[in-house]
């Protein structure tokens, strides 16, 4: 017995393979916002670390950037800025490069402040 071709021969195989596509798309768009997700993180981290140690440093009298720059390098930040005003608030911002293939998009930003306790308690 001998069928005769129907147009539809084969269509499943093409449902399939596009359902296939749209679920890897979805998967790739969820992992690049995880990974940019925890680049932030990462970066919000070594930013309130490196300010907090750098307000740690400032209370010692020692150089607060010097010391918030090396702890934000050691925390995975590619690029710090810091400032130290006239109160001994330590101002620390801190870029952490984006990892694998969404490296060539940028990198995450944060910024954090830190000083002396008794600040939050005045004015």
């Given at each position: 017995m001998s069928r005769a071709r129907n147009r539809d021969d084969g269509a499943a195989s093409l449902y399939?393979?596009?359902?296939?596509?749209?679920?890897?798309?979805?998967?790739?768009?969820?992992?690049a916002v995880g990974g940019?997700?925890?680049?932030?993180?990462?970066?919000?981290s070594a930013a309130d670390l490196a300010a907090l140690s750098g307000a740690a440093a400032a209370g010692r009298g020692d150089d607060a950037c010097d010391r918030a720059r090396e702890i934000a390098l050691r925390g995975g930040a590619t690029r710090t800025w810091c400032s130290v005003d006239l109160d001994g608030v330590v101002t620390v911002e801190v870029?952490?490069?984006?990892?694998?293939?969404?490296?060539?998009?940028g990198s995450a930003a944060a910024r954090?402040?830190?000083g002396p306790a008794?600040?939050?308690?005045?004015g």
């Open positions: 399939v393979l596009w359902l296939s596509l749209v679920v890897l798309a979805v998967g790739l768009a969820l992992a940019v997700r925890v680049a932030r993180a990462r970066a919000a870029e952490v490069a984006l990892g694998g293939a969404l490296a060539r998009f954090a402040l830190a008794g600040l939050a308690g005045e």
